[in-house]
């Protein structure tokens, strides 16, 4: 059985940091290409960064510069380091494993940035 957990979310004000890790498990990690989406309510879930098998980096527009994207082959994690959060960043942000194929999701973790 194949299960993503994440852990990190939680309130942070601007301008803070917050660290998302994932720890997929049932499918071969070093395999996958592995990325972090969001979705706030009403909106389509977004792609924010994407770490694939290759070892490749891809962000979007919004992340760069902001946000990054790494991956512990020997912990079977895969992190996102956020910085300079802003208020546009509260979301659901689940974790995304894509292996031979076939899709995985996480069950999200809430992220809200406020004062």
């Known amino acids: 059985q194949v299960q993503l957990v994440e852990s990190g979310g939680g309130l942070v004000q601007p301008g803070g940091s917050l660290r998302l890790s994932c720890a997929p498990s049932g499918i071969g990690f070093s395999d996958s290409t592995l990325a972090w989406y969001r979705q706030v309510p009403g909106k389509q879930r977004e792609l924010v960064a994407e770490s694939t098998y290759r070892g490749f980096a891809n962000y979007a527009e919004s992340a760069k510069d902001r946000f990054a994207i790494s991956r512990d082959n020997r912990k079977s994690t895969v992190n996102l380091q956020m910085d300079n959060l802003k208020p546009e960043d509260t979301a659901v942000y689940y974790c995304?494993?894509?292996?031979?194929?076939?899709?995985?999701w996480g069950q999200g973790t809430q992220v809200t940035v406020s004062s």
């Open positions: 995304h494993a894509k292996y031979y194929g076939y899709t995985y």
